[in-house]
Structures are given as structure tokens and as C-alpha cells.
């Protein structure tokens, strides 16, 4: 397993890393979703842990059941039996019906078998940051196998993240804004983080250039339409967050050429 006293050096998660699986093509945050992403070629899958009422992560974004789900009510008031009954797939037609909230644990036995880079985004409900971020470290300590580079740690809330960070140092953990804060160096620092996670459409060449002109990596969220991409790329950011990998091949291929 990844020992979490080694030091964190910054994983080449490829230009293309898949949002909650593929979220356009299978249901999000399933295990459906991981292998399709694998299927389909990407070697980077991120997916959103929280917590079930009895304390078990579990892959799941919103803090609410409705979206995604057949159930009602807040993760946080359901224990993971239960959450384990409700159907994750009911958005889509079969063969994803009845496809079930996974564990943290039954994600990385699957991304364990798949070879998949993993970045784990914590979603963790007010008063749960500190019991979030430990629970997930230490699945992650327990699971994760030494073959695989080291998982991305990211979160907005700073606080779940400054706990992952003392958790597992060896991990390379990442700040996740929506546009990037004038102090973001500093933020860096106090939360020992040494990425950039940032919306795609709140960026610009200028912040893009300072953040990578420093040797930080930077990824943007959420993109699907190769223009975007291309104009990423061309600015310097080093990987995006994608539903469907499918639109912007013909940009990853002609950035590699």
C-alpha cells in the first residue's frame, strides 16, 4: 500500500481525467461509470466521497438523494444498508438500472483491478470535514495498492483537506476553487496542497500562465467542448475533467502530435 509518510510528487494523470466516471455516458459515481472510463481509454477517474449516516464513504456528489437516485432525503440520514437499495441508475436505460451506490472500499478494489489514477474529491457535510477526510484517508491507506501512482486528494471545503493532508502527506492533495483566488500561493502553503483544481470557464491565459509559470499543476473542471479544451491546452493547463472523453479526442490527439 501507498505509504502515506512518502513525499508527494505530482502524478501524470494524462490530458483527460474522467468527471465522476464518464457522467454523460453511465451514472455517476458508480461502478458502472469507473469502467466505462476505463473502457474507453482514460487512465484518471475522479469521484466524490462522503459519508453515510453510520460513517461509511461512499461515491456519491450531491448532499441529497433526489438526482441521482430513487431515494429521498439526505445521504446523511441514511445508513449505508439503505443507501445500498436505492437505484443509481434510474437516469438511464438498462443496462444501468438498478446499478447501486458503491463503497469508497468497492471502488478501489474495481479501480484496483482496472489500473486507474484516482482523484478522490472529499464532499463532506457541515460538522463531518475532520471525520470525512480521516475516514477516507484511512480507506484509502488500507486499499490503495503501491502499483498505482499516488491518489489526488481535492475539496472545497479547506478544512476536510487541511485533515486530509495530515492524514496522508504522501498524497498529492489540491485546491479546489471555482476561479482562482488572488492568494492562491498562500492558500497552497497553509493547506499544504500542491495543485490547482479550477472551473474551466473562470479562467484566463494570465491565470493560467502564473499558476503553471510557478511549476503548479493546474487541472479545470467541468469540460466537454473540444474549443474549450484546445484553449486550455493551448494556455498551458495540464489536464481537464470530462463527461465524455468521446468529443475532445481529436483535440488530445492533435496536442500530443
Not at 28 to 57: Q, Y
Request: hydrophobic fraction near 45%; proline fraction near 8%.
Amino acid at each position: 500500500m501507498v505509504s502515506a509518510q512518502a513525499t508527494a510528487a505530482a502524478p501524470d494523470t494524462g490530458p483527460l481525467i474522467g468527471h465522476r466516471g464518464v457522467a454523460a455516458l453511465a451514472p455517476e459515481n458508480t461502478l458502472a461509470s469507473l469502467a466505462l472510463a476505463s473502457a474507453l481509454g482514460l487512465g484518471w477517474v475522479e469521484f466524490d466521497v462522503r459519508l453515510s449516516r453510520d460513517g461509511h464513504p461512499v461515491l456519491f456528489h450531491d448532499d441529497r438523494l433526489e438526482r441521482t437516485t430513487d431515494g429521498r432525503g439526505r445521504v446523511a440520514e441514511h445508513d449505508l444498508a439503505a443507501l445500498q437499495r436505492l437505484d443509481a441508475g434510474r437516469r438511464f436505460p438498462p443496462p444501468y438500472r438498478g446499478e447501486r451506490i458503491p463503497t469508497l472500499a468497492e471502488a478501489l478494489q474495481l479501480l484496483a483491478e482496472l489500473g486507474l489514477g484516482i482523484n478522490v474529491e472529499l464532499k463532506p457535510d457541515p460538522a463531518r470535514e475532520t471525520e470525512t477526510a480521516r475516514t477516507a484517508m484511512q480507506t484509502l491507506a488500507s486499499c490503495w495498492p503501491e502499483s498505482l501512482p499516488v491518489p489526488i486528494v481535492s475539496s472545497f471545503r479547506p478544512r476536510a483537506l487541511a485533515v486530509a493532508q495530515r492524514a496522508a502527506p504522501g498524497y498529492q492533495h489540491a485546491l479546489l476553487v471555482d476561479g482562482v483566488p488572488r492568494d492562491w500561493r498562500r492558500r497552497l502553503e497553509a493547506l499544504g496542497a500542491t495543485a490547482v483544481h479550477a472551473n474551466a470557464r473562470r479562467l484566463s491565459s494570465r491565470l493560467t500562465a502564473e499558476v503553471v509559470g510557478d511549476g503548479v499543476p493546474l487541472r479545470a473542471y467541468t469540460v466537454n467542448a473540444p474549443g474549450l479544451a484546445r484553449r486550455l491546452f493551448s494556455w498551458g493547463v495540464d489536464a481537464v475533467f470530462t463527461d465524455d472523453p468521446g468529443p475532445l479526442a481529436g483535440v488530445v490527439a492533435g496536442r500530443v502530435a
